[in-house]
């Protein structure tokens, strides 16, 4: 259904972080704030690294969000602040198009990521705002910190310009705006962070975009668990050269396929072109896809194309230095994981009276995959994933991009106690620098609601 997201009116009354923000902003601007709006970052339970490749997902919101205290005026600039001090202050013009500098991923450009993606839906001159946002969840850790504050920024324009948009449309336009920080990233993250319901999860489909409510065991819960390693996207290259191999392997398995490789970008293409299962996607990589890492000689060879071709159709800004490309692990490890995604929410429908030992399962898998065949796990989080199944977690991955940031762990209902106390002693108490951060970094999380607009 085609709904925007709701306007909730709150009381400031007992409510100290909104509190907080109102007076930091009255001090900052000499107003109130006109309206609230806050967007909330993510857990991904399965389907890592799919996104980009037209696969489903399957996450869920956490309760840390972004939210933004807003004030509308005629000033023809947008004023945004932090209370976080690590964040500066910035001011624009709105009466011009918005740029956004890519080679310098500061905080104020995911901010106006959204302010684009409103603006040009819109086609409209925008509205002078005065911001102050307040984030708690935590940056470069694969909860989705930069979504929350792209989504939570395309929601504030678009309110502050009084304009309607369903969150269908919010997240299809804030997921292709995020792309001009220089990430390739899928559409999940915006999706779940407008999509998202209290108390579900949500198969997230793309091409068209849907989300169908996923029913959670009631045997086990979420432990978010983070390796106090941060990874940022935008400012390495690990994440779009995952996104260059698997458009590659595409075109590689279109070639040995008899299919025009020009014309396909994604994996899933490939499988819809073929009209084949997952299953046979996985046999015919085997077939096609050496091991040994391709150069860039072989690859331009094989799908007849010049050095130059292959620079400008298939490489990125941040990836020209690649030389050498793994597609047989990348596209087994989509297809793979892909498969997987079906299979959980599979159990997830039918509740089997395993399900939960059989979501355990799956997530391991997962985690293995992104271990050996994507490589976007670090030793920091594989220790953590081994301390959360030793203590009493029946299913622990990485969630979100990895190289850094969080596990997210399965674990039974009775287990849930002795778990924290186990991971804590392990994991976090025996390093000063993560036990600093033991209270931010552990803790258990429930599906929570999408982006909201509040009013006093
Ligand atoms: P994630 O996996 O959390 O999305 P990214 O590395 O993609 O991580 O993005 C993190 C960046 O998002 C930070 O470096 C910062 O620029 C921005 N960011 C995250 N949280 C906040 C916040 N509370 N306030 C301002 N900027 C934030
Ligand atoms: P995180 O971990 O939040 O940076 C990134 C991508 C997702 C998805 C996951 C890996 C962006 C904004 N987010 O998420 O689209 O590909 O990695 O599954 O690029």
Known sequence: MATN?????????????????????????????????????????????????????????????????????????????????????????????????????????????????????????????????????????????SSALVCCAGLVTMEANQKSLSKLVLAEICAKCECYIGTEGGGMDQSISFLAEEGTAKLIEFQPLRATDVKLPDGAVFVISNCCKEMNKAASSH?????????????????????????????????????????????????????????????????????????TELLSANTLHMTHFKLHQRAKHVYGEAARVLQFKAVCDSEPAESVQLLGDLMNQSHASCRDLYECSCPELD??????????????????????????????????????????EAYYLPDPRRAAMEKQSLFVTKPGGGAAVFLE
């Open 5 to 145: 997201p709701p306007k909730l009116k709150t009381k400031l009354a007992g409510n100290e972080r909104l509190q907080n923000l109102k007076n930091t902003f009255e001090k900052k601007y000499g107003e109130s704030p006109l309206f609230y709006a806050y967007a909330p970052g993510r857990v991904n339970l399965i389907g890592e690294h799919i996104d980009y490749c037209g696969y489903s997902v399957l996450p869920m919101a956490i309760e840390q969000n972004i939210l933004t205290a807003v004030s509308v005026n005629s000033s023809g600039t947008i004023q945004l602040a932090n209370m976080n001090p690590q964040f500066k202050d910035f001011t624009v013009s709105c009466l011009e198009d918005i740029a956004i500098d890519r080679d310098n991923p500061k905080w104020y450009y995911y901010f106006l990521c959204g302010v684009k993606a409103i603006q040009e839906k819109c086609g409209i001159t925008l509205s002078g705002m005065s911001c102050v946002v307040d984030g708690t969840v935590p940056p470069s850790s694969g909860l989705s910190s």
């Open 239 to 311: 994440y779009n050269i995952r996104v260059v191999e698997c458009r590659i392997a595409t075109k590689m398995l279109a070639q040995a396929r008899g299919l025009d490789p020009s014309k396909l970008l994604k994996l899933s293409e490939a499988q819809k072109e073929l009209r084949a299962s997952l299953e046979e996607m996985l046999a015919l990589v085997d077939e096609v896809l050496h091991p040994e890492p391709y150069t860039r000689e072989e690859i331009c060879k094989v799908l007849h194309i010049t050095s130059e071709q292959f620079t």
């Open 383 to 424: 220790q953590l994933v081994g301390i959360c199944l030793k203590s009493g977690a029946v299913g622990s991955r990485l969630t979100g991009a990895g190289w850094g940031g969080c596990a997210v762990s399965m674990v039974p209902n009775e287990k849930v106690e002795s778990f924290l106390h186990a991971v804590r």
